[in-house]
């Protein structure tokens, strides 16, 4: 599967392509474009929220605090090393957990989608910022390896624990455009009723309509 595309050229039909790869590399760019951003906007409430762990975190809670409140002023990869450092130093503990979650955005913003899985994987959290923005970043690295299934399964779950205008009919569009390069039109035509239903004023909610237009 190809692994980059440039921003300014369209991406062409392709025969050798099956029609979820050719789904994957459409969306590609517009996924990686946002990554920085939200990283940046998620460590800003991190940084800002006072903490209420036993004395013993401190420590781990201020190493990746510093690394929250700089990463945007140092190169990509030290902020990585930097969250990688916490994970091996502080295994366990709620620092880790949430340099799980940096780490894997910032791999997945680096196109290393097998590391993304692997970071995204192990994060947990319930907020309805962080925790479905990893399970979205999460699904669409699955898409990039070609496993949809996992892909459609995750997206799903990041579009019930964001319960937002913002976020879940983004997720809805984006699992159901992979039910219809499966050929799952069932599936996707309800995603679509969903977003037109649900979100009349989402910001997708015309993609849907024009998509359940065409379906009739």
């Given amino acids: ?16 392509l099956g029609k979820a790869e050719a789904f994957v590399l459409k969306h590609k760019v517009a996924f990686i474009a946002g990554i920085l951003a939200i990283i940046a906007i998620a460590g800003f409430n991190a940084f800002s929220k006072k903490t209420t762990e036993a004395p013993s975190n401190n420590e781990a809670d201020l190493a990746i605090a510093s690394i929250e409140a700089t990463w945007q002023s140092m190169p990509l990869q030290t902020a990585l090393d930097g969250f990688i450092e916490i994970i091996d130093t502080y295994d366990g503990s709620s620092a880790a957990n949430k340099a799980h979650y940096y780490a894997g955005m910032i791999y997945a913003q680096q196109s290393n989608y097998d590391e993304a ?75 679509y009723n969903r977003i037109k239903n649900e979100y009349p004023h989402s910001p997708v909610a015309n993609e849907a309509k024009i998509k359940l237009n065409i379906a009739k």
């Fill in 1 to 16: 599967m190809s692994k980059k595309t440039k921003k300014d050229e369209p991406i062409a039909p392709d025969q050798a």
């Fill in 117 to 191: 899985i692997s970071h995204l994987s192990k994060y947990s959290g319930c907020d309805n910022l962080m925790a479905p923005t990893a399970k979205h970043t999460l699904g669409n690295c699955y898409s990039q390896i070609g496993d949809y299934d996992n892909a459609i399964r995750v997206i799903l779950e990041a579009a019930e624990l964001a319960n937002n205008i913002a976020v879940t009919p983004v997720c809805w569009r984006d699992a159901a455009a992979m039910y219809e390069s499966q050929g799952n039109k069932e599936e996707a035509t309800k995603l």
